[in-house]
C-alpha cells in the first residue's frame, strides 16, 4: 500500500497480519476440539504448527520489539505510567501464556483424548489468541502512531535499520 510505504513500522504491522491469520487457524482448531471433546489428526497438525510458530516467529518478535523499538521510545517518553511499560508487561504475560500452551499441549500428547486436557488446552488457547489480537491492535493505534510522533529522524532511521535487517 502507498500510503504505508514511508512507514518505519509497516514491517511489524505486515507481521501482525500474518500472525492474526495463523491465530484464526488456531481458534478453530480449539472450536472443533470442544465441539468433538476429541483430537483428531488435523487438530494435532494445527496444535504443532502453533507451538512451532510460538517458538520460532513470536517469540522472535517480542525479542526484536524489546530490543529495537522500546529502548529508543523510553529514550523519548519514559518507561514508568506509558504504553512502554504496557507494552513490556504485555510481552511478559504472551510469554507466560505461550508457556501454559505447551505444556498444556504436553499433556495432551500423553492423553489426546482426555476432556479435561482439552479443556485447559483451549482455555489457555482463546486466552493466547484474544490477548494477541489485542495486544496487536494496541501496537498498531497506539504504540507506533506515539513512536512516529515523538521519535526524531534519526531514531526511526535507527529502528527502521533494526527491524528490517534480515
Ligand atoms: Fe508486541
Ligand atoms: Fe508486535
Redesign the pocket.
Known amino acids: 500500500m502507498d500510503e504505508t510505504s514511508d512507514d518505519p513500522f509497516a514491517p511489524?504491522i505486515g507481521?501482525?497480519e500474518d500472525f492474526v491469520d495463523k491465530l484464526t487457524e488456531l481458534e478453530a482448531t480449539l472450536d472443533e476440539m470442544m465441539a468433538t471433546r476429541e483430537t483428531r489428526e488435523g487438530n494435532e497438525i494445527i496444535l504443532d504448527e502453533a507451538v512451532r510458530f510460538f517458538a520460532e516467529e513470536l517469540m522472535p518478535?517480542?525479542r526484536l520489539?524489546d530490543e529495537a523499538v522500546l529502548p529508543t521510545l523510553e529514550n523519548a517518553i519514559g518507561r514508568y505510567g506509558t504504553l512502554v511499560t504496557v507494552v513490556m508487561y504485555e510481552h511478559e504475560e504472551i510469554r507466560r501464556g505461550v508457556a501454559k500452551f505447551d505444556e498444556a499441549r504436553e499433556d495432551l500428547r500423553r492423553d489426546p483424548n482426555s476432556w479435561p486436557v482439552i479443556q485447559e488446552l483451549n482455555r489457555h488457547g482463546i486466552f493466547l489468541v484474544q490477548f494477541l489480537w489485542d495486544?496487536?491492535r494496541k501496537?498498531n493505534t497506539s504504540l507506533f502512531p506515539t513512536a512516529r510522533k515523538v521519535l526524531s529522524a534519526d531514531a526511526i532511521r535507527k529502528i527502521t535499520e533494526q527491524i528490517s535487517a534480515p
Open positions: 511489524l507481521v501482525h518478535h517480542l520489539e495486544h496487536f501496537e
